[in-house]
């Protein structure tokens, strides 16, 4: 039941686009969006039951659809996995072969910083206690004297 309901929306879905480019004409919408995202992984993806896919597979406008936003939006999905990379982002790593030394100094500078001024402020004090035997703190207790 659930098989003949997924390609009785896919059969709706597929005479609403008719021969249009978008579903509200020729440019997208929010709901183009959301088509999509719910066609192209089963376009796209190996399945263990072909169905539904098979069925998509048949309705031509739906393929040519998803094709189309892949082509438009997604140009790099010609078998990459991601993006690739931008052209100023190239320039960067060989404009500047120290970037991530400078970053970490940078870092380090900042850090310097903040626990000098802790220190100086006194929101952070260090203060020296004598050591007992065998290299440990004395624990110091105080006592409250009762009084009877």
């Known amino acids: 039941q659930l098989y003949r309901?997924?390609?009785?929306?896919?059969?709706?879905?597929?005479q609403r686009l008719g021969s249009q480019k978008f579903f509200f004409?020729?440019?997208?919408?929010?709901l183009d969006a959301l088509v999509f995202s719910r066609l192209a992984p089963l376009l796209k993806a190996k399945?263990?039951?072909?169905?539904l896919q098979q069925h998509l597979k048949s309705l031509q406008n739906l393929c040519n659809y998803c094709t189309s936003i892949l082509s438009l939006y997604f140009p790099w999905d010609g078998g990459e996995s991601h993006p690739p990379p931008h052209p100023a982002a190239v320039g960067e790593a060989e404009e500047d072969p120290h970037k991530r030394r400078k970053q970490l100094l940078s870092v380090l500078v900042g850090l310097a910083a903040m626990l000098g001024y802790a220190f100086l402020s006194g929101i952070v004090s260090i203060q020296r206690g004598s050591?007992?035997?065998?290299?440990?703190?004395?624990?110091a207790m105080e006592e409250e004297e009762e009084e009877e």
């Open 47 to 51: 399945l263990p039951n072909g169905k």
């Open 131 to 139: 050591v007992g035997p065998a290299g440990r703190q004395p624990v």
């Open 25 to 30: 004409g020729d440019s997208p919408a929010s």
């Open 5 to 14: 309901e997924a390609r009785e929306c896919l059969t709706l879905l597929s």
